[in-house]
């Protein structure tokens, strides 16, 4: 029994519950009209998509990324959220950089710097928007970019020679040298290293050799094939490696169509095969019974993935045999017991339409529902009473969305017995863009314009948002068909879990897209990335429409909410800006933060009471916690990949004759130059010429941060967070105060904004509030410490004076010494997170060249960025650029995402000549 898009009947869930007798029903279910059952609670979540600009990295290059937040549900552009978090993680689980970027109807673009000391190794880029923390961790972004020195001559791999030695026959120990202080340089102790072998986990504790490196020498277990080395220095530092020790059998896995083979009934089953390291091999095999009967062949695609179609019988057992010229296993591998009673739903594609075929062995006495969903939202209801066990129907494919489709068989009670994946293509739904070249056989250097056009599904000009990237095709990295895209990450990898190797595969050709490779795909890895089952309820964070800064009023010693109570906001960026408001029936204030882009942005809050008198109130800001970092150590397996082996030295040779043109040009080179000074204060100046450089520095944001609620001033933080630079001792007993000495720095004075501290006010040092302290410095053996000491201590015998001491400066936001250091009656002072500072994208343009650019070599990667472009009425873009002295393929990138959440991509591949 068909039914085509005219025969839908409308019902309310009501009216839907009482059609149980009814044999077979579609329904299409007004999503806003009907209860909290139809739309999910995570279709209400942000899809977040980076584009980046390459896989693979040297220092000496920039990561540049384009952000595209949509709404979950529909693909629109998002205008829920203002704020893009993105944070670059290393593999020391650690984040090396962060940005906080603006979004415009929910594009927005920046970049990271790399640094020269980052260590080799997979990075982690995520991102998120403070309204998807309410969804957990699948709706945030993630992916892994690898990361190398631009030169072998600055390699700093902190684990070095790292190999097996087999001492006796069989017998295998993992050796390595380690060298802590290439991350962290004031490493001095033991080294704490965490070995996982299969994993199973041990603790080492190695000594530093003469050599200055550290050892390790330990022994395998028979037959171990992964070991994680994870070295963590005496300050919390890591840095992890993981290698393969030997390739083992591979992992054959079968999903059976349902979830479960059934007793008499037949289903699709999908198989997957994965190498040692995880990755999916192209293999092939029959499925036999126990009584060496062939039921089906099988056979799978590069990716490791396949199926076959078999009726199962419970009285034997099945199992798989590979082909040996395959993969060289012979092996028997079983598939899942067949159980005697259940049921199967199959979905398959027919014409333009999608196939239901619903089986049981089962005495049904009541209906079974099939609900029809996609993205969180629920498209029909199907009612259906099996007749001989078993019932067919078919849906329009147009009249559901582009993108995978939830079939989930329930019982009378709703409860879910089995569910479906299945990939609906539409590619008429997408946007179609058009693109041409004013050159079609650019040279070296000739300059370029890309003339763009852009319509919707319905052939009309689109309203679009368009990036454009140009690569020369030598540094793409992966082959670009097989990389994540704006198609592949909306409709594809983020609807599932786990790595989805090459997703670009499925959207090569949208006209002969490979069906049966998408259909395996959603049996071998239907699991879903967001799920989609629980109903709404309320949301715990609030959406981040631009930078803001929130918090609480409370009274000092009631610490009661205070409400009512006048708050003004004084900020200081690139302008000033002065707000106020005052605090709701919880004492809560929320003030909205204008369009800064700097690292933090400095603000004071004055409070004051109801009569507008300036008062000390408690004034908390909210703490607005990161997610927990994820970082999948399997990424950092060692094993030899020739294409980033080669990008990694095209990119090292690009480097070598950009050096060498600057050294026959005559510049001045130096392998590391540090012209970096700190803009002093004249307290500061007055200290450095007096005392000489600091060696430590502890910023007043770094001791705030740790400042508990039982904090009772600057040394109690101190005593417990920087145990390795202070110690912190009470003299005269326990009536007597805290007193802070350097270790390993002799006797210690402290001077506080260059003012030394007379030795009978010692006892006041400790309780300087930690809001106030601007930064403590440590300056070991310091200069002219005698004269400082009889400035201390006028009484002392000049016996007593020692020649050689420390000193502690502190400096505080007063600037005035100890006894100026006075918090200001209800003022609280802070640094905000804003718009991280633009990265601005430069390439050369050839117009006019002189002398100097026709000889410096142009070795541009990327030739041209354009993250954030607009089309206009007409759905027209344009673009220019010059190209680079790159000859060969060059690859243009263009993806588009119109306001109705069409998407769209298209490639445009040229030559260079020379």
Sequence with gaps: MDFGAGDTVWYSKKSLASLAGIAFLLCTVSVYAQSDRFVAHAAFAEKIYLQLDADVYTTDQPIWFKAVVVESASHRPSTMSGVLHVELIGPDERVADRKRIKLTDGVGSGGFELKEGYVQGPYLLRAYTEWNKNFGADFIFRTYIDVFPAS???????????????????????????????????????????????????????????????????????????????????????????????????????FAESGQLVHGLTSKVGVKVLN??????????????????????????????????????SGLSYYAVLDSLSTGDSGRYPLPQVVSEGRVLGVSKRADNIELA????????????????????????????????????????????????????MDRRMQPMAERLFFNQRPGARLRID????????????????SIQVFGSDGEPADAKVSVSVVNADHI???????????????????????????????????????????????????????????????????????????????VLSKKAQAGIGLTLMTFGKTSSVAAQHTDSLGRFYFELGDEFVDSLDVLIQSANKSGKNRDYALSLDERKPPEIAYDQRRSIERVDSVVSYLVQKRRERAQREYSYRLSAGEILLDEVLVERRALSPQQQNVLDRYGESDVIISGKAIQD????????????????????????????????????IIGGETTLVVVDGIPVPGHSYEFIP????????????????????SLYRETYPEASPLEIPAVGSVIAIYTHAGNGLFAVRKPTGLLQAKV????????????????????DAERPDLRTLIHWVPELATDEGGAAGTSYYHSDAAGETVVIIEAISSEGEIGYQELVYKVAN
């Design 152 to 254: 072998t001559a600055i390699a700093r791999n902190p684990m070095t020679a790292l190999h097996l030695n087999e001492r006796e026959p069989g017998m295998y120990w993992l050796q390595a040298q380690l060298n802590p202080e290439l991350i962290d340089p004031e490493h001095r102790k033991q080294l704490t290293v965490y070995l996982t072998v299969d994993g199973e986990k041990d603790t080492l504790s190695l000594k530093a050799a003469r050599s200055g490196y550290y050892p390790l020498d330990h022994p395998l277990p028979n037959g171990a094939r992964m070991a994680t080395v994870n070295m963590e220095t005496q300050h919390g530092i890591r840095y992890t490696r993981t290698i393969a020790l030997q390739e083992g059998p591979p992992d054959v896995q079968f």
């Design 276 to 313: 040692g390291s995880g990755k999916g091999i192209a293999v092939s095999g029959v499925i036999r019974d126990s009584r060496g009967n062939t039921v089906a062949p099988f056979r799978c695609n590069h990716l490791g993935m396949g199926s076959f179609t078999m009726t199962a019988d």
């Design 358 to 409: 619903l089986s049981s062995n089962c005495w049904e006495t009541d209906s079974l529902f099939v609900q029809v969903s996609c993205r969180g939202v629920l498209y029909y209801h199907i009612i259906a009473s099996l007749k001989n066990g078993h019932i067919t129907t078919s849906l329009p494919a147009a009249a559901l969305p582009e993108g995978i489709i939830s079939f989930t068989l």
């Design 435 to 450: 693109v041409s070249m004013d050159n079609p056989e650019p040279r070296k250097r000739d300059s370029v314009d890309l």
């Design 477 to 555: 990295g992966k082959a670009q068909t097989a990389r994540d895209n704006l198609l592949t990450r909306l409709l594809l990898s983020s609807e599932l879990r786990g790595d989805i190797e090459d997703p670009g595969y499925y959207f090569q050709d949208e006209h002969n897209a490979p069906f049966d490779d998408l259909d395996a795909l959603m049996l071998t890895q239907g699991w879903r990335r967001y799920v989609y089952d629980k109903p709404q309820d309320t949301f715990l964070l609030p959406n981040e429409p631009s930078p803001y800064v929130s918090g609480k009023v409370a009274g």
């Design 706 to 741: 740790k400042e508990e609620k039982w904090s009772y001033g600057l040394y109690s933080v101190l005593l417990f967070n920087f145990p390795d630079d202070l110690r912190i001792e009470r003299v005269g007993g326990n009536g007597g105060y805290l007193r802070a000495k």
């Design 767 to 786: 309780n300087i509030p930690p809001s106030e302290v601007k930064t403590v410095e440590l300056i070991r053996f310091a200069k002219n410490f005698s």
């Design 833 to 852: 997170p804003v718009y991280s500072p633009i990265m601005e994208f430069y390439a050369p343009r050839y117009e006019a060249p002189t002398e100097n």
